[in-house]
């Protein structure tokens, strides 16, 4: 059964930096592009970042390019979002997805605030 695990999210002050971590499992990581999204509650989740199968290819949502960066460690089985510059408009919480595929993790919880 194909496992998503996030983790790094938390409560970070304006201007400040996150790195979200995805662990992979059950599946050939490395065989598959990977996607970055985020909700708040009303809306519909945000494609944030994405990234190709050997990482060469990356792809970011207009509000955050620039600001974050989207990365993956096969031998690791783990897709990374370092988050920069982050703003109070970030706070989501913020899921990896296989792309293309309907398999998602649970989310981490990512709130920008003074």
């Known amino acids: 059964q194909v496992q998503l695990v996030e983790s790094g999210g938390g409560l970070v002050q304006p201007g400040g930096s996150l790195r979200l971590s995805c662990a992979a499992s059950s599946f050939t990581f490395s065989r598959y592009a990977m996607n970055w999204y985020r909700q708040t509650p009303g809306k519909e989740r945000e494609l944030v970042a994405a990234i190709s199968r050997g990482g060469g290819i990356t792809n970011y949502a207009d509000s955050v390019k620039g600001r974050f960066t989207i990365s993956r460690g096969n031998a690791k089985n783990t897709v990374y979002l370092q988050m920069n510059s982050l703003k109070p408009d970030d706070t989501a919480v913020y899921y990896c997805?296989?792309?293309?595929?309907?398999?998602w993790g649970q989310g981490t919880q990512v709130t920008v605030s003074s």
């Open positions: 997805k296989v792309a293309d595929y309907d398999y």
